[in-house]
């Protein structure tokens, strides 16, 4: 089945050692997602890519950072991950440009703890 | 700039007993609506969307979600819930004037009783 795969299910790192979560997709979607969710609280998006072209939230500490070295694979680099960062990490895709009607597919998550 | 309030965190509700899970959307343009299900340990997935037309949507598993412009809200509704139903169920908005950002409520966890 076509799906949005997420490695792996549960990272745990120390605090300031840098951390990588990975995301791929069988979809062959041209869009792929970061979210930060945190407990008890909506998703947060973090990032996008729209093909190769990266797109930064306003607000995303510079701490996290995005890869995206082709269409099926996305990382998520958290450089120096502070105590505030353990959270559920989303990815997500969707088909088709930027469309405000596009479904979004979301994998499991990664539930990164920081010691 | 828009923003979703999903006011009941928790639901309980006994095995085929109706629910309603509420959902109000504040924006200053027109914006489409979704809900997504997240069940244990799963992704989030698409139950339903309001994009146009009919006001009342429905999805293949008996929920169902009617758009009130007027009140802001986008509840979801099913009249007999069963004890897979039991998840964390998120509604969403993005602006309909062209960009792509989902906009989430916290969540409310339903607990299906038995």
């Known amino acids: 089945d076509a799906m949005v795969i997420q490695n792996p299910r549960y990272q745990v790192t120390q605090f300031g050692k840098p951390v990588t979560l990975s995301c791929s997709q069988t979809?062959?979607?041209?869009?792929m997602y970061w979210y930060q969710q945190k407990s008890s609280q909506a998703p947060k998006l973090l990032f996008h890519?729209?093909?190769?072209?990266?797109?930064n939230e306003a607000d995303t500490p510079d701490n996290f950072q995005s890869r995206r070295p082709n269409t099926s694979f996305c990382f998520l680099d958290i450089r120096s991950p502070g105590l505030g960062d353990a959270a559920m990490y989303l990815c997500?895709?969707?088909?088709?440009?930027?469309?405000?009607?596009?479904?979004?597919?979301f994998g499991p998550g990664t539930r990164l703890t920081v010691l | 700039a828009q923003s979703v309030t999903q006011l009941d965190s928790q639901v309980p509700v006994f095995e085929e007993a109706p629910v309603e899970l509420r959902c109000n959307y504040s924006?200053?343009?027109?914006?489409?609506l979704f809900w997504y299900v997240q069940y244990p340990n799963q992704g989030l997935q698409l139950l339903l969307k309001y994009l146009s037309g009919s006001t009342l949507v429905e999805s293949i598993n008996g929920f169902e979600a009617e758009f009130n412009k007027s009140q802001t809200s986008f509840h979801l509704r099913k009249p007999s819930v069963h004890i897979s139903d039991t998840a964390e169920y998120f509604c969403?908005?993005?602006?309909?004037?062209?960009?792509?950002?989902?906009?989430f409520g916290t969540g409310t966890r339903l607990k299906v009783l038995a």
């Open positions: 997500a895709t969707s088909r088709e440009g930027l469309a405000s009607t596009d479904t979004q597919y």
């Open positions: 979809l062959n979607h041209n869009v």
């Open positions: 969403a908005v993005s602006d309909a004037s062209g960009t792509y950002k989902y906009i």
């Open positions: 924006s200053s343009v027109s914006v489409y």
């Open positions: 890519y729209y093909d190769k072209d990266f797109n």
